[in-house]
């Protein structure tokens, strides 16, 4: 896969496809676990989040935030920063869930969500 020059490129590629996949290293196995899911935008930023239950990806990033970003035409090394500040998953999830015809209540997904903003490094 073809190297990125720029941050500015690589926010460029992720802000045209909402579909990505994504590799953590397994919390206890320590193996490479890949799954596809959404990325978000609120904010400004970019984040990975879910319908309100327990995930595994999650749960792999608060052991270890270093994950793979997998973009149509390139791999990013970028990192997780969990968001577990009420006032901040508020606003981010208030800008998210009332774009998603499918989505639970916001207070369901205050109160059971993981929520994940990619970082570049």
Same mark, same amino acid.
Do not use: C
């Given at each position: +896969?073809?190297? +990125?020059?720029?941050?500015?490129?690589?926010?460029?590629?992720?802000?045209?496809?909402?579909t990505?996949? !994504?590799?953590?290293? /397994?919390?206890?196995? /320590?193996?490479?676990?890949? !799954?596809?899911t959404?990325?978000?935008?609120?904010? /400004?930023?970019?984040?990975?989040? /879910?319908? &309100?239950?327990?995930?595994?990806?999650?749960?792999? $990033?608060?052991?270890? &935030?270093?994950?793979?970003?997998?973009?149509?035409?390139?791999?990013?090394?970028?990192?997780?920063? &969990?968001?577990?500040?009420p006032d901040?998953?508020?606003?981010?999830?208030a800008? !998210?869930?009332?774009?998603?015809?499918?989505?639970?209540?916001?207070?369901?997904?205050?109160?059971?969500? &993981?929520? $994940?903003? !990619?970082?570049?490094?």
């Open positions: +896969m073809g190297a +990125m020059t720029s941050t500015d490129e690589a926010r460029q590629a992720l802000e045209t496809q909402q990505v996949e !994504i590799t953590t290293t /397994g919390r206890r196995s /320590g193996e490479p676990r890949r !799954i596809e959404w990325r978000y935008r609120a904010a /400004g930023r970019y984040w990975l989040t /879910g319908s &309100p239950g327990a995930r595994d990806w999650y749960a792999n $990033m608060l052991a270890d &935030p270093r994950f793979t970003l997998h973009l149509k035409n390139q791999d990013l090394a970028v990192r997780g920063r &969990p968001v577990t500040d901040e998953r508020a606003r981010v999830f800008e !998210i869930v009332p774009t998603l015809d499918w989505a639970e209540s916001l207070e369901s997904w205050l109160a059971g969500s &993981p929520l $994940m903003e !990619i970082l570049f490094d």
